[in-house]
């Protein structure tokens, strides 16, 4: 087993920032969000990203924060941005580094409940069933070629869920 970073990658609203979080805290490791180091280094949101500078723009950024991280001299936990595994460098980065790849999977119907509360989703705009159904058809074979493990988090609540990514 890859003993360095815990590396979250799933599709948005799947729990990577939660699970990262109280990961983090049971490990003692520093904890490092795709999306929030992204709005720290430019000062803007996602969605402003997306819609000033497009999604070109945004990928290269999730590209330079996730090899931030991976980077890291001290093991973390790395809640990926949902989108990393769009690139093929981002893929071969992961699978190549040392660290323990965990997919948590949801239903796309699961993560629609999950993303009705919030505005910062841009990818969701318009139709976001058909996004989130067409984005999990789109994805799912990226996922599990980058992941370590796979967590199916549509029924376990948000404590089940870290206690079957630190198994």
């Known amino acids: 087993m890859k003993t360095s970073h815990l590396v979250l990658v799933g599709m948005m609203a799947a729990g990577k920032t939660t699970v990262?979080?109280?990961?983090?805290e049971r490990l003692g490791r520093r904890v490092f969000d795709s999306d929030e180091m992204i709005e720290q280094r430019t000062g803007r949101t996602v969605r402003d990203i997306f819609e000033e500078d497009g999604e070109p723009a945004f990928r290269a950024l999730e590209t330079e924060v996730l090899n931030t991280a991976l980077n890291a001299d001290e093991p973390a936990v790395i809640a990926a941005a949902g989108g990393?595994?769009?690139?093929?460098?981002?893929r071969a980065t992961l699978q190549g580094s040392t660290a323990w790849v965990v997919w948590l999977c949801a239903d796309p119907a699961i993560l629609l409940e999950r993303v009705r509360s919030g505005d910062h989703?841009?990818?969701?705009?318009g139709d976001p069933a058909g996004t989130l159904q067409r984005m999990f058809r789109d994805r799912e074979a990226l996922y599990r070629e980058v992941a370590d493990e796979v967590v199916m988090v549509d029924s376990l609540s948000v404590d089940e869920v870290v206690e079957a990514v630190l198994s």
């Open 121 to 125: 989703r841009p990818l969701l705009d």
């Open 84 to 90: 990393v595994v769009l690139s093929a460098e981002n």
């Open 20 to 24: 990262a979080r109280l990961a983090g």
